[in-house]
């Protein structure tokens, strides 16, 4: 049974809404000019977390330095690595290449078309397989990623702040009968741009918002979003630069431009420490093994020559580690 939000001609309202706001607003994107679906896959994975505008330069460098599945599947994972600095989150690289080998060795390079043959690739989750669907073989499928929820959410059952009444599973379902037939492409971009652009988190566009009539968010959202103290979350979260992944990344950095990581012979751990943190002493070596450890762990960094047993103790023997890319 359907709720009144989900009345057929609410959605037809919101459909032409988007759809005629997608028309004059989109951005001319590289991602939205083709339907490779590896194209389209290594743009998704770059823009998870990343705004697009740091993510257009890096989208072309990286099919200009692998252009195809098979071209990233066949290169060192350090070059992978290298070709990722600067975008943050190096791990999505790294599982972005365990999908293009699976796909190379497992299905002679073709990617699949359908959403749970998609979603059984490693690496992939169901956003990424919804939108590779959809976006490359325009299929009309439902998915979600943070800007299209949000918009769902205001949209079709209320204000979503401080926090969201409806679960990812209700907001699903909403998705799923909202997508017009035979414009599935169309319109997941025009619901992805429009969080993105109008719909926004913190200053939504309401007062010209096309969709006004019919939101349900409306007018109580930007009450509710001021209300929120500013900077609420920064007493209980740690300073970016004293935190785990920020040096994580200095490690990284540290392994793409020494000559000696460089070369596949490795850092020895306590010289990859004075590049990795002001001041690094011995008793910072524990720190740094269990920071590094992490990150081989995660498939993005290889430890040579370990001490057998050795956990990173202070009464452990002093190890014999170097550090490279893998």
């Given at each position: 049974m359907s709720t009144p939000s989900l009345e057929p001609a609410k959605?037809?309202?919101?459909?032409?809404?988007?759809?005629?706001?997608?028309?004059a607003n989109r951005r001319d994107l590289p991602w939205r000019r083709t339907r490779d679906p590896y194209h389209v896959l290594v743009s998704e994975i770059m823009l998870q977390q990343t705004q697009v505008d740091r993510v257009l330069p890096y989208y072309r460098a990286?099919?200009?330095?692998?252009?195809?599945?098979?071209?990233?599947?066949a290169a060192p994972t350090a070059e992978v690595i290298k070709a990722w600095a600067g975008l943050g989150y190096n791990r999505r690289a790294v599982n972005l290449q365990r999908t293009a080998r699976y796909i190379v060795d497992n299905l002679e390079g073709t990617f699949p078309r359908e959403v749970?043959?998609?979603r059984s690739l490693p690496g992939i989750g169901p956003y990424t397989a919804g939108a590779v669907a959809c976006f490359a073989y325009e299929q009309d499928v439902a998915f979600i990623d943070t800007n299209m929820r949000r918009v769902l959410h205001r949209l079709f059952h209320g204000v979503d702040v401080p926090s969201p009444t409806a679960s990812d599973r209700e907001i699903l379902g909403i998705a799923s009968a909202v997508v017009p037939p035979g414009r599935g492409w169309v319109w997941n971009q025009a619901l992805i741009e429009f969080g993105?652009?109008?719909?926004?988190?913190?200053?939504?566009?309401?007062?010209?918002?096309p969709l006004?009539?019919?939101?349900?968010?409306?007018?109580?959202?930007?009450s509710a979003i001021a209300a929120v103290p500013r900077g609420a979350r920064a007493t209980t979260e740690p300073r970016f630069h004293e935190s785990n992944r920020y040096y994580r990344g200095r490690v990284l950095a540290a392994?793409?431009?020494l000559p000696a990581a460089e070369s596949g012979e490795g850092i020895a751990l306590k010289a990859l420490g004075h590049h990795v943190r002001d001041n690094f002493?011995?008793?910072d070596v524990p720190w740094l093994y269990g920071v590094v450890k992490g990150l081989s762990d995660d498939g993005l960094a290889m430890v040579a020559e370990e001490t057998p047993?050795?956990?990173?103790?202070?009464?452990?023997?002093?190890?014999?580690?170097?550090?490279?890319?893998?």
């Open positions: 959605i037809v309202a919101v459909q032409q809404g988007l759809l005629g706001w997608f028309e990286f099919l200009e330095r692998f252009p195809t599945v098979q071209a990233l599947a749970e043959a998609l993105a652009l109008h719909c926004t988190a913190r200053r939504p566009a309401c007062v010209v918002c006004q009539a019919v939101c349900c968010a409306y007018p109580g959202v930007q392994l793409r431009d002493t011995e008793a047993g050795y956990d990173g103790g202070s009464d452990e023997p002093e190890p014999q580690l170097r550090i490279r890319l893998p």
